[in-house]
């Protein structure tokens, strides 16, 4: 990088402590420095490697923390980057980046960027940072009530995630019973999320009409940078989804109703394996779960699996569940050393290790679009960055088995099985749920509770057939509410739809040659953010997919490779791997 225009720390340690006030000078004495064209690359190099610096120390908190959330003074820590610190920086984002703008200077490899940019700017306004500010105050409100259901099973108090062992029994009144009950604490509070909900509309149409928009959705798709498709194209996808993917999930749920041997399918009949056989059981011990994915990416591919032997040897990775630590999982970026980290809560299960390859995929984009010059070109929308992810859970799919990976070849088949079922189903969900949200910013009824019930039950009918829902409307609209995203993310969900058709596309490419389509998969996630996204997709070998023709071929690939599974399954006796 060119010679730095102000003095920085060495290292992110330098801010592990700061407050705004140790780091707003820096911002200051950046936004007050001499610019022009000579200058600029020094200066942007310069703001760079102090976001660098400043967001790996905020990251260092959070991993921190949420590894050891009973620590009451790393929990001070984080909290001050993320309610101080961080939301001081998106002003300064802003700041910065239109003296950028007002210089008209631009070279290839900033384009995207620059277009990013002067969108944040044409479309921000000083009015919508505290109506942003109310929506984030309602965004917790919904956590806060969501968070803290619980039902009363046995006698034991039991949070909804909990209830999820139940609906995987074998005895279908307990499913029955674990499904009423987690329907039931949505229904409860359906007046008062409802109410959240009516004040969150209001207010993002107010932000979308203070900005020149008719509505709010056609302002996010200027906010979340959509430049390549548009309202038009989610209605594609939709009516694509209806007439490919809705009949495939119709003839999958036939089959595990014949497999039950059930005269309808039930909402709690889902979740219940049809042949009843034990859950997967893929590791013992964290060394194991760790150990056998590295030789999964060596595997998928030596540069890829190297990648991940560093984040092993470096500590990157905190896999197993333990007291004290935050739930979920996610993967993050350490900026300045140029790193990602993998945080989760395994146990052991089946899904530990599809979180884990996903995960993965993000890593492997954050270490190859690193080679980019400035912060911001490294990072993706979510289009892109779940491409990344989701097309490695397929390209890890067929080393699954010992000796590489963690199952016996009949349980590899399972799990493989298991995903591929879970593409389909998911599909018509993502459709359901981009579909209501344009419906609810575009009706003009949205703002009314009854109405949007009703257009979430009428959605629910076109994408969602081959379950039986009589007598169960209430808890079939409770579904809706379950949705964070609806509430905390507006819009944010065709992303994993678009996502998954361009994985499958790299799928379709890794079985007629593996290492051609991983070199593409790397051409891609190197590319960064860089270019377009239809650029970035075609870089990886696919392109984004709203058409019932492309959608139909990639389902009748998936229908293909789930009959050869089954036959598989059907010849081979489990045994130990
Ligand atoms: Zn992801």
Avoid at 337 to 349: C, L, Q
Avoid at 385 to 399: F, G, I, N, Q, R
Wanted: glycine share 6%; net charge negative; charged share 25%.
């Amino acid at each position: 990088m060119p010679v730095p225009i102000i003095e920085l720390p060495a290292s992110p340690d330098a801010f592990a402590d700061a407050t705004w006030a140790d780091i707003a000078p820096y911002y200051e004495r950046l936004a007050e420095a001499p610019l022009d064209e000579r200058g600029v690359e020094a200066w942007l190099g310069t703001w760079s490697r102090l976001e660098e610096l400043v967001g790996e120390a905020g990251t260092l908190a959070m991993t921190a923390y949420t590894g050891n959330t009973a620590d009451p003074a790393l929990e001070a820590n984080y909290l001050r980057f993320s309610t101080e610190i961080f939301p001081q920086l998106d002003e300064q984002q802003v700041r910065l980046a239109r003296r950028l703008l007002e210089l008209g200077w631009s070279r290839p490899d900033l384009e995207q960027l620059l277009t990013q940019f002067r969108t944040d700017a044409e479309i921000f306004r000083e009015a919508n940072v505290a109506l942003f500010a109310e929506l984030e105050a309602l965004g917790a409100a919904y956590q806060k009530v969501t968070g803290g259901l619980t039902v009363e099973w046995d006698g034991e108090r039991k949070t909804i995630p909990q209830l999820q062992p139940h609906l995987q029994s074998r005895d279908r009144a307990e499913r029955e019973r674990a499904f009423r009950l987690g329907a039931g604490a949505y229904l409860e509070k359906r007046d008062e999320l409802a109410a959240l909900f009516d004040q969150m509309y209001a207010l993002r149409q107010q932000a979308a009409r203070n900005a020149g928009f008719a509505d709010f959705e056609a302002y996010v798709f200027r906010a979340k940078h959509r430049f390549d498709y548009g309202p038009e194209d989610c209605r594609r996808f939709h009516a694509a989804v209806e007439s490919t993917v809705v009949p495939a999930v119709e003839r999958l749920f036939a089959d595990r109703r014949r497999r039950l041997g059930l005269d309808a399918l039930r909402p709690w009949d889902l979740a219940v394996d049809p042949e009843q056989r034990p859950a997967l059981k893929p590791f013992e011990r964290t060394e194991e779960f760790v150990g056998r994915a590295q030789r999964i990416f060596a595997t998928v591919d030596p540069e890829l699996g190297a990648q991940f032997d560093v984040m092993a040897d470096e500590g990157l990775l905190d896999l197993e569940s333990r007291e004290g630590k935050a739930p979920g999982g996610y993967c993050t970026k350490l900026p300045f050393r140029g790193r990602p980290y993998i945080f989760m809560n395994a146990v052991g299960v089946a899904d530990d290790v599809s979180t884990l390859v996903h995960e993965a995929g993000h890593c492997f984009h954050a270490f190859l679009a690193h080679q980019q010059p400035f912060l911001w070109q490294r990072g993706t929308g979510s289009e892109a960055a779940e491409l990344a992810s989701m097309s490695m859970e397929l390209l890890a799919a067929p080393h699954l088995a010992a000796p590489v990976g963690y199952y016996s070849p009949f349980d590899a088949r399972r799990a493989q099985l298991e995903h591929l079922e879970d593409v389909l189903i998911t599909l018509p969900h993502i459709a359901s749920v981009d579909a209501f949200q344009s419906w609810i910013y575009t009706s003009g009824s949205g703002g009314d509770a009854a109405a949007r019930d009703q257009a979430w039950l009428d959605i629910r009918a076109r994408f969602e057939r081959g379950i039986d829902w009589s007598g169960l409307e209430a808890e079939r609209v409770a579904r809706w509410y379950r949705q964070l995203h609806i509430f905390e993310y507006p819009f944010y969900y065709i992303e994993y739809g678009i996502a998954q058709l361009g994985a499958l596309q790299v799928w379709r490419r890794s079985l007629a040659d593996p290492a051609d389509a991983v070199a593409a998969y790397k051409r891609a996630l190197t590319v960064g953010g860089t270019r377009s996204l239809p650029e970035i997709y075609r870089e990886a070998g696919a392109r984004l997919i709203f058409d019932a023709d492309g959608m139909g071929e990639l389902v009748g690939l998936v229908e293909e490779r789930l009959t050869a599974l089954r036959e598989e399954l059907a010849s081979l006796e489990p045994v130990e791997a």
